[in-house]
């Protein structure tokens, strides 16, 4: 095989000399893709190289959707482009036979006929929808560049792959409900049902025009629009369309949700069937505008939506209490205007890391003002669950994290969901989710903060760690497999950081938090080192991974700070012999347990404590000589004593022999 050929799985071959410009993915690069097992089974290739988090946590859902209307997911996994570079995440989908129906937004296409419309075009891609929200999943991208002819001679369509890109990642404006046009493209969050169905009757619409009524004009204009005349009177020419259109575009792009049409209406309006028609509804206006930078705004959206483009005048307003008199007097609203005050009150009460006073009070008033449009802080406009892609994004390109993280600190998610009109059963555990990443961020230990509020909303992004990157780990054990990698490169250092340390802690079955407080490098080096021993063994054994030699080489390395803990030369003599043998057994827990081994460790211990007291004793005793040397009367005293002694013995064992002799002679 080639170095441009690449095997996923051991099954597909990418071919990444062969770029695919025409399948335009969401995010990276399209190359021609087959599957060796099934050559004739036509596929392509996304190689996902930019800074962009594709939609992780649905892969496996697309994977196992089964639709001929929609670009379905076959395999996915990380590939390197050539030996030693840097690995990327490689998506293999259906290959769309046909060509695409429109290669971009711009200029005067052939409007496509009504029959054909409602026929075979509009029942493909309701097909499709259909397939995926029986599959509990959304496209989130649906507009007419990103269709397919279904193969060369049908008239029916597909919809291009959803998953390599975030929901309303690229997606113009024009396309996206007025709530989520508001939000950055990066933070919209998951799409609902009720959306897709928003982006196609926006799709049906350019169909059946030809064009893109909304070319040339800036997204703020866009969503001004549809803010200030609804969606249907702002962009329908209801002139230039066949009056079978009429209806179910009105009843596809009424911006309440709960009267859009749903999937079911359609299926039965492309079957034949006359619905009742949907009365288009419009915000209430007050009776007066409110006045902001030389600009009337008559609804509560309206302002909301312009107080957030004009942060400066914003804050003077509010600060001064004409919104709420605004809301109270104008707009009649007593009660909208009693939340102001508690949003403002709430605002002050929230400090910490959670930015500056002015930037709470304004996400927050402007939350009241209109629940379900994105909340604004620091710049950023973001949906509660767009936090995740966009601080992942933030990761990945090295960009500031600061207003997100501070928006969760300001418990601007939490705020959002309490001010919701209906407060629905599945905000519950989300509400506890936001409460728990504040609660994280609180913390400076390794395995929380920044890096932790990452991976619990992004639960299957790879770990962005510096020391593993290269190698994509997205679970444990490919993280152990990647570690035996760089254990293989010389590494320097602990292997183990705050990534790695948060990416373990976010798993299903996380390490004690006893640990991840002693990884710290303000924590005391005998006891980081038995962490990151312990919580590499604890790993291998749970992913039951039975040989990294590498990685015990480089976890060897790192007990000698152990071993020299012990005392005795001799004992540490004995654990470098026996070093080598557990290097080779490839399981870290043999390199553990030799240096953390209770009875040997209470053993020198307990001779290190008897040594001590031997030492002691020695000092005392030769303090006590040194004592008795320095006084000369005491040596003068007891010497002479010694000497008359020794002396007088000697003459009494004369005499006494002397007397012998004589007795004897």
Not at 225 to 241: E, M, N, R
Not at 398 to 403: E, P
Not at 608 to 618: D, P
Request: charged letters at 25%; aromatic letters at 8%; proline letters at 6%.
């Amino acid at each position: 095989m080639s170095a441009d050929k690449i095997l996923l799985g051991g099954r597909y071959e990418l071919d990444l000399s062969s770029p695919l410009p025409d399948l335009m993915p969401l995010a990276g690069e399209a190359f021609a893709a087959k599957d060796t097992k099934d050559p004739k089974f036509p596929l392509y290739t996304i190689l996902l190289t930019s800074d962009v988090p594709a939609r992780f946590d649905r892969l496996s859902g697309f994977k196992s959707l089964v639709s001929s209307h929609v670009s379905s997911l076959v395999a996915w996994g990380p590939v390197s482009r050539d030996s030693g570079s840097r690995r990327y995440l490689a998506l293999v989908l259906d290959r769309p036979q046909g060509r695409r129906f429109w290669y971009d937004l711009a200029g005067q296409k052939q409007p496509v006929h009504p029959d054909h419309l409602r026929g075979n075009v509009m029942k493909s891609l309701l097909a499709g929808v259909r397939d995926l929200h029986d599959q509990g999943l959304t496209h989130g991208n649906i507009r007419p560049d990103m269709l397919f002819s279904q193969d060369l001679s049908s008239g029916g369509l597909v919809l291009s792959e959803a998953v390599s890109a975030p929901c309303g990642y690229k997606m113009p404006v024009l396309f996206e409900t007025v709530e989520r046009g508001m939000a950055d493209e990066i933070a919209r969050g998951e799409s609902h049902a009720s959306d897709d169905i928003y982006a196609l009757g926006i799709t049906m619409l350019l169909l059946a025009l030809g064009y893109n009524p909304a070319e040339g004009i800036p997204d703020e204009k866009v969503v001004r629009a549809k803010i200030d005349q609804g969606t249907f009177p702002a962009l329908v020419p209801t002139a230039k369309l066949h009056s079978s259109l009429l209806e179910p575009l009105r009843g596809m792009l009424t911006d309440n949700a709960e009267d859009r049409w749903k999937l079911h209406d359609l299926e039965l309006w492309v079957s034949g069937r006359r619905l009742s028609p949907i009365q288009t509804s419009t915000l209430p206006r007050a009776s007066r505008p409110f006045e902001l930078e030389g600009k009337k705004y008559w609804t509560m959206r309206a302002l909301s939506y312009a107080l957030k483009r004009h942060p400066t005048a914003a804050l003077r307003v509010i600060d001064s209490g004409e919104v709420e008199r605004w809301v109270r007097r104008t707009v009649g609203r007593d009660e909208l205007a009693d939340k102001i005050q508690e949003a403002i009150a709430t605002a002050r009460a929230t400090g910490g890391n959670a930015g500056k006073l002015e930037d709470r009070i304004l996400a927050r008033v402007s939350m009241v003002l209109d629940p379900e449009a994105p909340f604004f802080f620091k710049g950023k406009l973001s949906m509660p669950e767009g936090l995740g892609p966009g601080i992942a994004q933030a990761m990945v390109s090295g960009q500031d994290l600061d207003a997100y993280i501070a928006a969760i600190s300001a418990q601007l998610p939490i705020y959002w969901y309490s001010v919701q009109h209906k407060f629905k059963a599945e905000y519950q555990p989300l509400l506890q989710r936001f409460d728990q990443m504040r609660a994280h961020l609180e913390r400076r230990d390794y395995g929380y903060g920044p890096e932790r509020v990452l991976y619990e909303l992004n639960p299957s992004i790879a770990c962005l760690s510096p020391i593993t990157a290269k190698y994509y780990p997205t679970t444990t054990r490919t993280l152990l497999q990647a570690l035996e990698k760089v254990s293989m490169e010389n590494p320097q250092g602990i292997p183990i950081d705050r990534h790695i340390a948060a990416f373990i802690a976010a798993q299903r079955n996380p390490i004690d938090p006893t640990l991840l407080r002693k990884l710290d490098s303000k924590a005391d080096e005998y006891d980081r080192v038995l962490a990151i021993l312990t919580i590499l063994a604890q790993y291998q054994k749970k992913e039951q991974i039975t040989y990294l030699p590498g990685l015990c080489k480089w976890a060897a390395t790192l007990s000698e700070i152990l071993i020299d803990h012990f005392h005795g030369a001799t004992i540490k003599e004995v654990l470098r012999r026996k070093m080598a043998n557990a290097v080779k057994s490839g399981q870290i827990a043999k390199v553990l347990n030799l240096v953390n081994d209770p009875m040997l460790l209470t053993s020198d211990h307990n001779e290190y404590q008897r040594a001590k007291r031997r030492w002691r004793n020695s000092e005392v005793m030769e303090r006590i000589l040194n004592k008795q040397i320095a006084d000369k009367d005491i040596i003068m005293r007891t010497t002479g004593r010694q000497f008359a002694a020794m002396i007088s013995g000697t003459i009494s064992a004369l005499a006494v022999v002397l007397i012998v002799i004589l007795y004897l002679g």
